[in-house]
Nanobody, 121 residues
């Protein structure tokens, strides 16, 4: 079983920083794209940032210049460094990864359980 486990969410004041982590475990042969999504109540889940296996990055316009996505392939881990946080960033954040599973030998998208990010004074 492949699992994604997230950590680092919590409460931060406006202008503050937060770093999210997501670790993939299980029978993993390879990991392609890893990404962070967020979802507000009553809205669709949206892409925040993505990173390919060769470290090509893309960001939502709303977070460019403030957020940085990175990955450690040796640890099967993806990070999201969030700087200059504002109330619009307060959402539930989800880790996503496209993984080649060793049992089925097929590519599938996996999701973490999500972690809450709250931005408030």
């Amino acid at each position: 079983q492949v699992q994604l486990v997230e950590s680092g969410g919590g409460l931060v004041q406006p202008g503050g920083t937060l770093r999210l982590s997501c670790v993939a475990t299980g029978n993993i042969i390879n990991i392609d794209i890893m990404a962070w999504y967020r979802q507000a109540p009553g809205k669709q889940r949206e892409l925040v940032a993505g990173i390919t296996s060769d470290n090509t990055r893309n960001y939502a316009d709303s977070v460019k210049g403030r957020f940085t996505i990175s990955r450690d392939n040796a640890k099967n881990t993806v990070y999201l460094q969030m700087n200059s946080l504002n109330p619009d960033d307060a959402d539930y954040y989800y880790c996503n990864a496209r993984i080649l599973h060793g049992g089925s030998y097929s590519w599938d998208d996996y999701w973490g359980q999500g972690t809450q990010v709250t931005v408030s004074s």
